[in-house]
């Protein structure tokens, strides 16, 4: 059982932590924007240091969920409504500390065996019988230790600006991993931290995946 988790992850806009299992995301809706979209028009752009294929299967579940919103994707060469800069961030190691419990066995298991013989008291012949009877060993905690466990900050960004380069929407997610991998987790960040886009400004929610 862990008593004591010491977050160390610098963890500015979300409050609490990531945890491998969740994702944690917050948004800020700094302009209106109605519940679904009329037709316009957007561009995705990339705004980190990840690219190739792995930003172009980013891109496409952002264009996705938008789309779906009621946005419509820029042809190239046209000047867009709106240009979303998707940042998927590389990941960056940290250290948990925390306390777990020492938990041995104390007692057990122990076997009985068990032989006798009965009568009614009725004169009539007393009955043998035998038996097992089993107690199952007992544990307790019997101290605590001090662990560290290595982990990978998983991060993107999501930046929409208007045509007339007024941010209107700022959103991100953020998870803990064991690895550095990108690939896996990336598309289910991108999916919370859009998620009923546009959602409710100053939102901070844990989800899992």
């Known amino acids: 059982m862990m008593r004591l988790l010491l977050c160390l992850l610098p963890l500015v806009l979300l409050p609490g932590c990531a945890t491998q299992d969740g994702v944690m ?13 009329h037709g316009e028009t957007f561009e995705i752009v990339n705004a980190g240091k990840v690219g190739g294929l792995g930003f172009n299967l980013y891109a496409t579940e952002a264009a996705r969920i938008l789309t779906a919103y009621g946005w419509r994707q820029s042809t190239a060469g046209g000047t867009p409504d709106y240009r979303v800069k998707l940042n998927p961030m590389r990941a960056v190691q940290h250290t948990l500390k925390f306390q777990e419990d020492v938990v041995r066995q104390v007692s057990g298991p122990t076997r009985t065996e068990h032989r006798g013989s009965f009568s009614n008291g009725y004169d009539t012949p007393s009955v043998r019988f035998t038996g097992t009877s089993y107690t199952p060993a007992s544990y307790a905690v019997v101290g605590v230790r001090n662990v560290q466990k290595k982990v990978f900050l998983r991060e ?38 859009l998620s009923d886009f546009p959602g409710v400004n100053g939102e901070h929610r844990l989800t899992y995946h």
């Not at 700094?30 to 979209?37: D, E, I, V, Y």
């Not at 929409?160 to 289910?188: C, D, H, W």
């Open 25 to 37: 995301m917050a948004r800020k809706i700094l302009h209106a924007l109605p519940k679904k979209g």
């Open 156 to 193: 993107v960004q999501i930046e929409i600006v208007s045509k007339a380069g007024q941010q209107v929407y700022f959103g991100t997610g953020r998870n803990t991993g064991p690895t550095s991998e990108l690939i896996g987790i990336m598309p289910t960040l991108i999916k919370r931290v």
